[in-house]
C-alpha cells in the first residue's frame, strides 16, 4: 500500500467523495454528514480531514467547536472496509490531536457504540481516552447496521496534554497501577450478530447496558480496554 497523507479534506469533490465513505461504512440507508455542511463547519473552525491513499479518500474524521472553549466535539471517524487493519484509524486520530494542540484545543470528546470491541481497543487502550457517561439510545431510532435497535452509546474524554495519552502517541504504553478496579466484558460474539440477529443484539445490548451503568453508579470510570478478554476496565482513581 503506498504512504497514506493525513490533510484536511478540500474542494467540494473532497466532500462528496466524504459523502460516499460513509455511506460505505454505515450503510446505504444510513445520514451522510452532507458535503456542504462540513466545508462550512470547516471553514468556520471544525475540523474536516482524512487519510488520502494515492490521492483517494480512504478514511475519514470530522469535528466542530463545543459550546466550552478548548473542547472540540468529533461526531464522525470512519475507515474503508477494505483498508481496515492498517493502522489508518488510529494514524487519522494521532493527526487529529496534533491538529487540535496547534490549535490551543486540549479535549476532544465524542461517542461511540460500546458493544464494538474494535472502537473501544482504539479509543480506549491504544488513544487513552476514558467514560463516566453511558448514553440510552442517544440518536433514536437510525438505519444502517443498527436498525432497529436502541442506539446506546458511550460518552469519552480524550486529553490532548495528559501524559498517558503523550506516552501513547509516541508509542510508548505506560501500565498503571491500579488498587481498586473491576471489568466488563463484552457479550461473547456480539458483532457477528448485528444486523443479523436483531432479537439476541437487542438482549446482549441490554445486558451490556445494565453493566455499564451499575459501574458508573458505583463511583467507577472507565480507564482501560483489554483486547484479549474484550473487557472494559474499569478503576476508582481516574475519573472522567
Not at 23 to 47: C, T
Not at 78 to 94: C, F, S, Y
Not at 104 to 124: E, K
Not at 212 to 226: E, T, V
Amino acid at each position: 500500500m503506498s504512504t497514506a497523507e493525513f490533510r484536511e479534506i478540500c474542494g467540494m469533490a473532497e466532500f462528496r467523495a466524504a459523502e460516499a465513505l460513509q455511506r460505505a461504512v454505515w450503510g446505504k440507508d444510513s445520514m451522510p454528514d452532507p458535503g456542504d455542511l462540513m466545508m462550512v463547519i470547516q471553514a468556520e473552525g471544525g475540523l474536516a480531514a482524512g487519510a488520502f491513499v494515492d490521492g483517494r479518500l480512504v478514511g475519514y474524521v470530522f469535528g466542530f467547536p463545543s459550546a466550552t472553549p478548548g473542547v472540540q466535539y468529533l461526531h464522525r471517524l470512519a475507515v474503508l472496509p477494505e483498508m481496515r487493519g492498517r493502522g489508518l484509524g488510529a494514524a487519522i486520530k494521532w493527526y487529529e490531536r496534533r491538529w487540535c494542540l496547534t490549535r490551543g484545543i486540549s479535549h476532544v470528546r465524542w461517542t461511540f457504540d460500546p458493544m464494538q470491541a474494535v472502537n473501544a481497543a482504539l479509543y480506549i487502550d491504544r488513544l487513552g481516552a476514558r467514560s463516566t457517561t453511558y448514553l440510552v439510545d442517544y440518536y433514536g431510532a437510525i438505519g444502517g447496521i443498527e436498525e432497529g435497535l436502541p442506539s446506546d452509546r458511550l460518552l469519552v474524554n480524550w486529553y490532548l496534554d495528559d501524559p498517558i495519552v503523550d506516552a501513547k502517541s509516541q508509542g510508548r504504553f505506560v501500565s498503571e497501577e491500579v488498587e481498586d478496579c473491576l471489568r466488563v466484558r463484552l457479550p461473547h460474539d456480539v458483532e457477528s450478530l448485528i444486523g443479523h440477529d436483531r432479537e439476541r443484539t437487542l438482549a446482549a445490548r441490554l445486558m451490556l447496558r445494565d453493566n455499564l451503568r451499575d459501574a458508573f453508579a458505583s463511583g467507577y470510570a472507565i480507564s482501560g480496554f483489554d483486547c484479549s478478554e474484550r473487557a472494559y476496565i474499569f478503576t476508582r482513581n481516574r475519573p472522567a
